[in-house]
């Protein structure tokens, strides 16, 4: 069975920092991108992050440059993001989901993610920063 497991989000202040774990089973992990994304009420999912399964290539859209960090770990099947300098508009729920290495071409191009060719997705988690 097919599995992204999200873990680590919660309620912090302004300028605090979560790490967010995605945990992965029942694929070849080495075959896929591994991406962020995230939707707050009453807007559009976007994509937060992606990380080639190598982990030689990331994308970072640009309202978390600087602030947000994606890495892999291959040997536990799980990718992190490590999200600093929280800010409220940080605040959604937060998915993982695996596809296409060409994942991370596609969200450099801005390809709206419905069009995006993930295979599998996680549950979420949500990550509330308060004010």
């Known amino acids: 069975e097919v599995q992204l497991v999200e873990s680590g989000g919660g309620l912090v202040q302004v300028g605090g920092s979560l790490r967010l774990s995605c945990a992965a089973s029942?694929?070849?992990?080495?075959?896929?991108?591994i991406g962020w994304f995230r939707q707050a009420p009453g807007k559009e999912r976007e994509g937060v992050s992606c990380?080639?399964?190598?982990?030689?290539?990331?994308y970072y859209a640009d309202s978390v440059k600087g602030r947000f960090t994606i890495s892999s770990d291959n040997a536990k099947n799980t990718v992190y993001l490590q999200m600093n300098s929280l800010k409220p508009e940080d605040t959604a729920v937060y998915y993982c989901?695996?596809?296409?290495?060409?994942?991370?071409?596609?969200?450099?191009?801005?390809?709206?993610?419905?069009?995006?060719?993930?295979?599998?997705w996680g549950k979420g988690t949500l990550v509330t920063v308060s004010s």
């Open positions: 989901a695996a596809g296409s290495p060409k994942v991370l071409l596609l969200l450099r191009l801005r390809v709206s993610i419905p069009q995006l060719p993930m295979d599998y």
């Open positions: 029942g694929f070849t992990f080495d075959d896929y991108a």
């Open positions: 990380i080639s399964s190598s982990g030689g290539s990331t």
